[in-house]
């Protein structure tokens, strides 16, 4: 240590001053230089595999008690920035006028605070699980419309004395009130789009926020190849000089680099149930922002510092955290904006990748949502199919379940699962044993779609012998939502004889759907004209019979009448 950081840190053990319970912690800290401090917390909720988040779940969370209204208390106002997870944003507003009270009343306090806000990934997602696990993107969110509920934007007519028009949800405009006491027909506001949904002020963008100390090199281009503009990262991530501001450059991306030095006793403090602890905490918080200072080039000293994913879901001291580095006279609260700006030091990455079998779980859940793409493809409206699932992989991979290992697994294995169940709700009906009794005839395949909107596929039959020939090898079928239909499939028998068969089904561009069906046939070439032959010989002896009868008892008469003559 050289003898300038020794001072300092002598001089932050020698200039502590107490704190109180409930009040601002002051910490005097002798320093060389004024040091700004720039903090990023995430509102975020508990993990969970929904697509969205529940009016019931929400309804628990926006409480006076609850999650979300516990971390907007701690921080709203205060000088910190917010990264605000656009599910909980999406998910309150996508329920229209059944919104829980309590969750619109969040939103809109949300929307009124004067802190530095930007958006995380939807759901929180992992970024650098995916990218590891073989992702070429950074996964986002792909729409809403499938959930968008048309009753739930209506508003019903207005007769007599006018009401209030309902507010809706927080950021989309509610239609204009009725002003006349006559009758009026039905309004209905224009539904909300996906942009509707999602849109937000947000003072920041284009940031990243991996969960901490989990980036390898080669996570950086493909995040910055998304449309990211800067990448939050550990400080433990990174090899730089010691004398390194806030920001820094690896390879050509703009790094803001959270200071785990600060970040650690900050996180810590917050979670803290008593006086003794917190004192303590800060105190090492204080003297490492010391330190920094003093290490740091130029005439200002930055630093950057966040909370992890899971420092404010329950009670916390952030706002006694956040008090205690502004009575310190050496400390300035600054915005994250202002941490943004300034000169980048070179850096380099210290990989840290993540565990191999939570990539080789992410990988199968990779797989599986590009098999649901393909097939999704006979859908009338693949993305009905593709946006939810997007959704649920976002939401079974967000930061939170890194605080639940065992957990985790369990969810992934359900939601492939559930992948597989979806990519099982077109197939073939069981075909069984039949028989083939003509020369030539259609063969009737059936096929059941279990989706709640209609498919187009293609059906193939192929035979193993050549007692049968098919014509057509794709014949397309239309099945309608949640219901059968059947493919006929043009036929002629060439021999006699049991020919067995493959029926399988195709998307337009051929990609394989459901399971492949096996059946045997019965082929009887030609049956139909001995059994004519038969049926004629006995029509014709039956007709003949018939006129032999009455010749014979025409006659019998014609000589009994003789007689008697």
Request: glycine letters at 8%; aromatic letters at 4%.
């Amino acid at each position: 240590m050289s003898l300038r950081l020794l001072s300092a840190a002598l001089a932050v053990g020698i200039g502590l001053v107490g704190t109180s319970v409930g009040a601002s912690a002051a910490v005097a800290v002798e320093s060389a230089r004024p040091v700004h401090v720039a903090i990023a917390v995430p509102i975020t909720v508990p993990a969970n595999s929904g697509s969205l988040i529940s009016a019931d779940a929400l309804e628990q969370y926006t409480s006076p008690m609850g999650t979300l209204s516990r971390q907007l208390d701690a921080a709203i106002d205060r000088p910190v920035a917010l990264g605000i997870d656009p599910r909980i944003i999406v998910s309150i507003r996508i329920l229209g006028s059944s919104a829980p009270m309590t969750a619109t009343a969040w939103l809109e306090r949300l929307a009124g605070a004067s802190n530095d806000t930007f958006p995380l990934a939807y759901a929180d997602s992992d970024l650098t699980l995916a990218t590891q696990a073989g992702s070429a993107t950074v996964l986002e969110s792909d729409g809403f419309d499938f959930a968008i509920d048309p009753a739930l934007f209506a508003e019903s007519s207005a007769t007599g004395t006018p009401t209030p028009a309902p507010s809706g949800p927080p950021g989309i405009s509610p239609p204009p009130s009725p002003t006349s006491t006559e009758p009026v027909d039905p309004v209905t506001p224009a539904l909300p789009t996906s942009d509707d949904l999602v849109a937000w002020p947000f003072s920041l963008t284009g940031i990243a926020w991996p969960v901490d100390a989990t980036a390898i090199a080669s996570d950086l281009p493909v995040i910055t190849a998304s449309g990211y503009s800067t990448t939050i990262l550990s400080s433990r991530n990174l090899a730089r000089d010691p004398g390194a501001g806030a920001l820094a450059d690896v390879g050509g991306s703009r790094v803001l680099v959270s200071e785990d030095s600060v970040s650690t006793p900050l996180a810590t403090a917050i979670r803290s149930t008593t006086a003794t602890d917190f004192q303590a905490d800060v105190s090492e918080m204080s003297a490492a922002i010391a330190a920094a200072g003093v290490a740091q080039s130029g005439s200002t000293a930055t630093l950057f510092a966040t909370l992890d994913r899971t420092a404010l879901l329950a009670g916390n001291r952030l706002s006694d955290a956040i008090a205690a580095m502004q009575t310190n006279p050496n400390v300035t609260m600054v915005s994250m904006a202002t941490a943004l700006v300034g000169a980048s030091a070179t850096a380099t990455v210290i990989d840290q990748p993540r565990p191999t079998e939570r990539v080789a779980l992410m990988r199968q859940l990779l797989e599986a949502q590009a098999a649901e793409s393909q097939f999704a493809s006979i859908a009338s409206d693949p993305r009905a199919i593709t946006s939810a699932r997007r959704l649920e992989l976002l939401a079974l991979t967000a930061g939170s379940w890194n605080d639940n290992p065992t957990g985790w697994p369990v969810a992934v294995a359900e939601g492939l699962a559930a992948s597989l169940e979806l990519r099982s709700s077109v197939q073939v009906a069981s075909t069984g044993d039949f028989n083939f009794l003509a020369a030539e005839a259609p063969l009737p395949i059936a096929v059941t779609n279990n989706l709640d909107q209609a498919v187009t596929v293609f059906v193939t039959v192929r035979p193993d012998t050549g007692l049968l020939s098919v014509g057509d090898s794709r014949v397309e079928l239309l099945i309608e939502p949640d219901s059968q239909a059947s493919a006929k499939i043009p036929a002629q028998a060439v021999s006699n004889g049991v020919v067995g068969v493959t029926v399988s089904l195709s998307s337009a561009t051929g990609v394989p759907i459901g399971d492949v069906s096996r059946a045997s046939i019965n082929v009887q070439a030609g049956w139909e004209t001995p059994v004519v032959i038969v049926i004629a010989s006995i029509v014709v002896a039956v007709f003949g019979g018939g006129v032999v009868r009455n010749i014979l008892r025409l006659r019998k008469g014609a000589a009994m009448r003789g007689t008697s003559a």
